[in-house]
């Protein structure tokens, strides 16, 4: 014997549930133990901006301008900053929060673009010369290393959605 037929109005409504339910799954994203690398690469991060930029100076001095080695020629130093923060920190904290995909490729664009921006930060420090000049310091390159890995772990996740 054959079962009764479903009412149609339950039909729909399943169907709907479903599709809201395949909606959701598209737009999120597991991150699985990468959450947990991509975490500890935030928080070597955050111990590249305590330790010292550039003469003394912080990465957070340094994004704040608040010490007398950050002159006008640090911009550059100064857009890592802000940049490693933007999308190093609060980007990759939002995007494991949320697990949207759409975070994901913004986290990955942007921490290359923060990447790019460190890579001319250390340069623009080991070619000024002149009068307050310093070296870059270990907290630059500490914040630097941190920010390639967590682009480069923000674009194999975002590459990796088939």
Do not use: Y
Request: proline share 4%; net charge negative.
């Amino acid at each position: 014997m054959s079962e009764p037929a479903e009412d149609p109005q339950e039909l729909a409504a399943l169907r709907n549930e479903i599709d809201e339910v395949e909606r959701e799954v598209v737009r999120t994203v597991d991150l699985g133990p990468r959450a947990v690398v991509i975490a500890a690469a935030v928080f070597v991060l955050i111990v590249g901006l305590v330790l010292p930029w550039m003469g003394g100076a912080n990465g957070l001095e340094v994004l704040l301008g608040q010490h007398e080695a950050v002159g006008k020629a640090s911009w550059v130093p100064r857009l890592f900053a802000t940049t490693s923060i933007g999308f190093g920190v609060l980007g990759s904290a939002l995007a494991i929060i949320t697990r949207r995909w759409a975070l994901t490729w913004v986290c990955a664009l942007g921490g290359w673009f923060a990447s790019v921006d460190g890579v001319l930060a250390i340069w623009s420090r080991q070619s000024s010369a002149g009068p307050g000049a310093s070296a870059p310091g270990i907290g630059l390159i500490i914040a630097e290393i941190a920010t390639v890995v967590i682009a480069s772990l923000w674009f194999r996740t975002a590459w990796s959605r088939s």
